[in-house]
């Protein structure tokens, strides 16, 4: 979806940012026929042939959710319990990779987002590579990698190489 909310209804916004437990609604649940015509990406909508809309949300943290939204096109058959069940069961089984995603790009549990190359030198940490083997895979001096090393260990708050394995492995 396009970087500006889905809707500007505030009770619908307020059922998307509940934390807890994966919702997924029905679009009736959330817009009547009235309202799903004037929504202000009608235009688009109408131009992608989208005739129904699956929704469903779950937080990760307390200032960040995870959505996942699924169209059907004019004239299919409409999304049904089942799959909004279906929905809710899938965005749930998500949580653990979007929440390493989230910790990766250091929005969560983290004290300062990690740069390009501190992500690069955590992807080669949680392979396993020692601080002298990423240095080689990266191009980098081993002293500088270490120095890269102890940033994304102050970001996240870890003070092991396990710390920060376990944290990942969640």
Excluded at 33 to 59: E, M, T, Y
Excluded at 88 to 111: E, Q, T, Y
Excluded at 159 to 167: N, Q, T, V, W
Aim: glycine fraction near 8%; hydrophobic fraction near 45%.
């Amino acid at each position: 979806m396009a970087s500006e909310p889905w809707t500007s209804d505030p009770h619908v916004r307020g059922l998307m940012r509940r934390t807890g437990e994966p919702r997924a609604y029905l679009r009736h649940q959330l817009a009547d026929d009235d309202a799903w015509d004037r929504a202000p990406s009608r235009r688009l909508l109408d131009a992608l042939s989208v005739g129904d809309r699956l929704v469903a949300g779950v937080g990760l943290c307390r200032h960040l959710e995870l959505f996942v939204g699924l169209d059907r096109d004019r004239g299919d058959r409409p999304f049904d319990d089942q799959a909004r069940s279906i929905l809710a069961i899938a965005i749930a089984g998500l949580v653990p990779s979007a929440r390493n995603l989230a910790r990766a790009a250091g929005l969560i549990d983290a004290r300062a987002p990690l740069s390009a190359r501190e992500l690069a030198v955590l992807r080669h940490l949680l392979e396993g590579l020692s601080e002298k083997e990423l240095a080689a895979e990266l191009g980098i001096s081993h002293g500088y990698a270490h120095q890269v090393v102890v940033r994304i260990y102050r970001k996240l708050g870890a003070r092991s190489r396990g710390e920060l394995m376990a944290r990942f492995s969640a």
